[in-house]
């Protein structure tokens, strides 16, 4: 492909790559519009999935309030866990099976999200509950067929939930974070309100910033498409499908977006500005790494969030320990950009300058270094931990870290150079203090 070197064919590498675009409308003050969206698909009456915290703000009032003006039956489930487990999934389940609605509306960040796709399949496709789960851990069985229509409206800003067919959580008796993936669980619409931003305390402004731009970076600096052993037929080609041109614009404007805004989105006193372009960036990236995949940096993060102790992050519920996933991304990712530096400077280059960081002089040898300084400068401005020994991990965790990323394959496998354990184990070692 002559677009960029970097898509140069490869022996049995695939030859195309292909572009799927979720549904979405983005405004401020969209939200309000939710009725009319759900009567177009046929919704009379509809579960909607909040936790508590969101429960009591404006974006809930307004969808409610929305829905019920189109005529829409309402019944609300506000008990989503924050960082859900699959406790909190088949809550979410045994409340959309009493229920019989014929509509699912989410209203608040990641773990409403995702919770209500869960429940929407469980509900509507019953089966044991890790059939749908990813393997190795479950069996990863295919959603058997369209599951009812869902309008997911973020209140956060990191994690793309609205764009993608993934609903992540906590398998509690295994310590490990997991999923269901597949594109029928992807919502039918997604509505992106940056009013609904408004309330965001902004710690958690900062770990979404950050999931934000490892999306966008992780795409970026994936193993090109053209390199990934081709579908044995064109309908096999998997949504992680590597590096391509079409991730690579939606992600080097996000990137931009995050290094222009985030910091001033933590601190200034009036972040209201920063709202539109931070949600218009995770949008971007939602786009890019769902066609793209994202690859070591949350590899990693799936065993620093599984194995926690006794971290409580400042700004989330305190109900139970966890690593929030923005916070658990970024603390990887420094060391990851030294280590995957040489495989493509001229991508870690480019995230650099689209983050901010003076590039002048730098050299392609400097790649991986400067992405990793300008990072970590943004980390200790926006008060994100530092490394993993911010939280509460030291070297006696290593071994069982690297065991828990080391079965990530599909996501290993993405990266531009893929680490052996012995790397691997590095790489956590690296990340555990960065100043
Ligand atoms: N499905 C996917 O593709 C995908 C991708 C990445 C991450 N995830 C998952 O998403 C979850 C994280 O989601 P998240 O970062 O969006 O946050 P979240 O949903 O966990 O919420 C974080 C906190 O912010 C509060 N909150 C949310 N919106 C608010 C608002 N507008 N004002 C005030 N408080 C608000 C919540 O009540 C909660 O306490 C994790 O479980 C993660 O694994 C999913
Ligand atoms: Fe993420």
Redesign the pocket.
């Known amino acids: 492909m002559t677009l960029d070197p970097y898509f140069e064919p490869s022996e049995g590498g695939d030859i195309a790559f292909s572009v799927e675009a979720p549904k979405i409308k983005f405004g401020p003050g969209s939200l309000a519009e939710i009725g009319d969206d759900a009567k177009a698909l046929g919704m009379t009456r509809v579960a909607l999935y909040t936790?508590p915290?969101?429960a009591k703000?404006n974006p809930v009032a307004v969808a409610e309030g929305s829905l019920k003006a189109a005529g829409i039956d309402v019944a609300i489930f506000d008990e989503t866990e924050?960082?859900?487990t699959d406790r909190s999934f088949k809550a979410g389940t045994a409340f959309a099976e009493e229920g019989k609605f014929d509509g699912f509306v989410s209203v608040?960040?990641?773990?409403?999200?995702?919770t209500c796709k869960a429940s929407n399949l469980y509900a509507t496709y019953p089966d044991d509950f890790l059939a749908y789960v990813n393997a190795p851990i479950g069996e990863a069985k295919p959603v058997p067929g369209p599951l009812k229509p869902h309008i997911a409206c973020p209140?956060?800003f990191?994690?793309?939930?609205e764009c993608?067919g993934?609903?992540?959580f906590d398998l509690l008796e295994m310590e490990a974070?997991t999923g269901i993936a597949h594109a029928r669980l992807r919502p039918n619409l997604g509505i992106l309100d940056p009013t609904?931003?408004a309330?965001?305390?902004r710690s958690?402004v900062a770990?979404?910033g950050f999931?934000v731009f490892s999306h966008a970076v992780e795409s970026l600096t994936a193993r090109p498409f053209s390199h990934r052993p081709a579908p044995e037929n064109s309908t096999l080609r998997p949504l992680g499908q590597g590096a391509n041109p079409y991730s690579d614009l939606a992600c080097t404007e996000a990137i931009r977006l995050i290094g222009a805004n985030l910091i001033g989105a933590v601190n200034d006193d009036d972040n209201t500005k920063a709202h539109e372009p931070l949600m218009f960036a995770g949008m971007l990236a939602g786009i890019g790494f769902g066609n793209a995949g994202c690859h070591l940096p949350h590899g990693m993060s799936y065993a620093v969030a599984g194995l926690v102790r006794g971290y409580n992050a400042p700004g989330?519920?305190s109900n139970h320990p966890m690593v929030?996933?923005?916070i658990s991304v970024i603390v990887n990712a420094p060391a990851v950009f030294r280590f995957t530096g040489p495989a493509c400077p001229e991508r870690h280059l480019k995230a650099a300058e689209a983050m901010g960081a003076d590039i002048s002089g730098a050299g392609l040898e400097d790649a991986g270094n400067v992405l990793a300084d300008r990072v970590i400068d943004m980390m200790r401005q926006t008060g994100i931990p530092n490394g993993l020994s911010g939280v509460g991990y030291d070297e006696n965790d290593l071994d069982a870290l690297t065991d828990r990323a080391f079965i990530q394959k599909r996501l290993l496998v993405n990266s531009a150079l893929e680490p052996d354990r012995e790397q691997l184990k590095d790489l956590f070692r690296d990340s555990l203090s960065y100043w």
Do not use: F, Q, R, Y
């Open positions: 936790d915290t969101v703000l924050v960082e859900p608040g960040g990641g773990s409403v999200m995702d209140t956060t990191g994690t793309a939930s993608t993934i609903a992540v974070k609904a931003l309330t965001l305390p958690i770990a979404n999931d989330w519920p929030p996933h923005g």
